[in-house]
């Protein structure tokens, strides 16, 4: 999706740095290291972080937060998922997007309940949840 979004914008993607943690929750913590590679004595090399969930993002407030980096002035993060009651509690708070989990669950128990078989893609409205990360 980052990649799709990018080209529409009229942005090369690999022109950024991007990389893709493994599956699993173990994963999360690996973000620090990655993203600490791109962290020079005098400044970041990004601008901007965009995470892939909210618990990676709240790694990467730890990294540059101890790195005495400001956000998002010096640089803007933004989750995924916006992790039950949690979005509000990052200092500044986390700029997110809404993982609509009742309407997938909704969808979901409507199509074994109407005994539906297609496997098409059901979009759902994923709302953004500008906050003051970015």
């Known amino acids: 999706g980052m990649e799709r979004a990018c080209r529409e914008a009229g942005v090369d993607p690999d022109a950024m740095f991007h990389h893709y943690l493994p599956p699993g929750e173990r994963h999360h913590i690996d973000a620090a290291e990655i993203a600490g590679h791109y962290l020079s004595a005098a400044r970041p090399m990004f601008d901007a972080v965009v995470c892939g969930n909210d618990r990676v993002a709240f790694v ?16 803007a993060v933004l989750g995924y998922d916006n992790m039950v009651g949690t979005g509000e509690l990052f200092l500044p ?27 098409d893609t059901v979009r759902v409205d994923s709302p953004w949840l500008p906050r003051a990360s970015i």
């Open 93 to 119: 708070p986390l700029s997110t997007v809404q993982l609509p989990h009742y309407e997938i669950g909704r969808l979901s128990a409507l199509h074994l309940i109407q005994g539906l078989d297609h496997r």
């Open 60 to 75: 990467i407030y730890q990294l540059l937060l101890g790195r005495g980096l400001r956000i998002p002035q010096d640089v």
